[in-house]
Nanobody
Framework: QVQLVESGGGLVQTGGSLRLSCAASGRTFSSYAMGWFRQAPGKERTFVATISGSGSTTYYADSVKGRFTISRDNAKNTVNLQMNSLKPEDTAVYYC?????????????????WGQGTQVTVSS
């Protein structure tokens, strides 16, 4: 069982930055691919970014490519999402997720564990 706790959300102006963190429990963190997803009010949860268990491979949604960076520290059991040049359309609840595979994972259905989410609001 893996427990995930997100932090770092908040209110920021357009063009600003935020850094989300996700702390994971368990001793086999490096064996999990990790991902960030987001869900805006009235919309489905969508993929944002994913990183492989070793951290060597990352993949991003087109909407965030070049602005967001996913990273992980397997020694500290954490995964981060650095968000720069934020836009109002980035406003959503952001979720951290873990998948029991080494390689990157895009589909929500392949993730086994989810955090409770953290709110990100970008004002115009």
């Amino acid at each position: 069982q893996v427990q995930l706790v997100e932090s770092g959300g908040g209110l920021v102006q357009t063009g600003g930055s935020l850094r989300l963190s996700c702390a994971a429990s368990g001793r086999t963190f490096s064996s999990y691919a990790m991902g960030w997803f987001r869900q805006a009010p009235g919309k489905e949860r969508t993929f944002v970014a994913t990183i492989s268990g070793s951290g060597s491979t990352t993949y991003y949604a087109d909407s965030v490519k070049g602005r967001f960076t996913i990273s992980r520290d397997n020694a500290k059991n954490t995964v981060n999402l650095q968000m720069n040049s934020l836009k109002p359309e980035d406003t959503a609840v952001y979720y951290c997720a873990a998948a029991r595979v080494h390689n990157i994972v895009v589909s929500t259905t392949l993730y086994n564990y989810w955090g409770q989410g953290t709110q990100v609001t970008v004002s115009s």
